[in-house]
């Protein structure tokens, strides 16, 4: 059954990280989530879309990274929250579970842009690493959390609009070549239907079981 008891939440946060990406933190009031998790968030108007949870399960805040999409009912109007006014959410709700539910089984991580999130509520609440990570975003300023993830496990960056000097330029399934393949590894992959699907055909071809292969789709295309 459907839990439907929306709460209201307090913003706290609404911090630019560029001109398209922001960080929306609101008061946790007490919500129990577990890393992987969504939330939709609500307008004024009524219309809702799924926001997955960017922080750790044990922290104080809950906080989302989102991408203002041009033109969108939504990520526009939360981009223009004040710090005080309150956004309505839903419980928490969600199937992609990184890095949980497999036992001793190693893992790696393989996002684009804000589907870093899931992974970043991960590295805050748990302490086994994954084996890999792999980071796809457009330009190196989109990278949040990028430097956190590099101190924490082996991490790449693929950036596909830009040169920067000690990354790669490209699309991070270029990269795949690099991962550990091992047909005991779980593969969580979060971000656009595109690569994942990519990733996931890729790894299909090597042999590993579907069972093995993760997604979390946030925009298709
Ligand atoms: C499970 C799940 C979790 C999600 N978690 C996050 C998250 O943590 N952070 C986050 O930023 N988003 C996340 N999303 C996406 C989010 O739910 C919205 O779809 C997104 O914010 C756009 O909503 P909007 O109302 O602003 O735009 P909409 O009104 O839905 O669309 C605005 C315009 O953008 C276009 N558009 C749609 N996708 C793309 C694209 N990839 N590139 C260019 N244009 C596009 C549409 O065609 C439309 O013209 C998640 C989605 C899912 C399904």
Redesign the pocket.
């Known amino acids: 059954m459907i839990n439907l008891d929306y709460t209201n939440h307090r913003i706290i946060g609404v911090q630019r990280i560029n001109n398209e990406l922001f960080e929306l933190t609101l008061e946790r009031s007490g919500m129990e989530f577990t890393p992987g998790d969504?939330v939709a968030l609500y307008t004024d108007t009524d219309?809702s879309?799924?926001?997955?949870i960017?922080s750790g399960a044990n922290a104080d805040t809950l906080s989302?990274?989102?991408?203002e999409?041009e033109?969108?009912?939504?990520?526009?109007w939360l981009a223009a929250r004040q710090l005080g006014e309150t956004v309505r959410i839903t419980p928490p709700f969600g199937w992609f579970r990184p890095g949980q539910d497999i036992g001793d089984a190693p893992f790696t991580f393989i996002a684009t842009g804000?589907g870093i999130?899931p992974f970043l509520s991960y590295r805050d609440t748990f302490e086994k690493p994954p084996e890999h990570c792999l980071y796809g975003v457009r330009r190196k300023a989109d990278a949040f959390g990028f430097d956190r993830l590099q101190n924490w496990c082996p991490t790449q960056l693929a950036v596909s609009r830009e040169n920067p000097a000690s990354q790669h330029h490209g699309r991070v399934t270029d990269l795949l070549d690099t991962l550990p393949l091992d047909h005991d590894t779980h593969y969580y992959c979060c971000g656009?239907e595109s690569m994942v699907n990519e990733v996931g055909d890729w790894l299909q071809n090597r042999g590993i079981q579907l069972m093995n292969i993760h997604r979390?789709?946030?925009?298709?295309?």
């Open positions: 969504c219309k879309r799924p926001y997955s960017a989302f990274i989102i991408r999409m033109g969108g009912e939504v990520s526009p804000t999130s656009l979390e789709v946030f925009f298709h295309g």
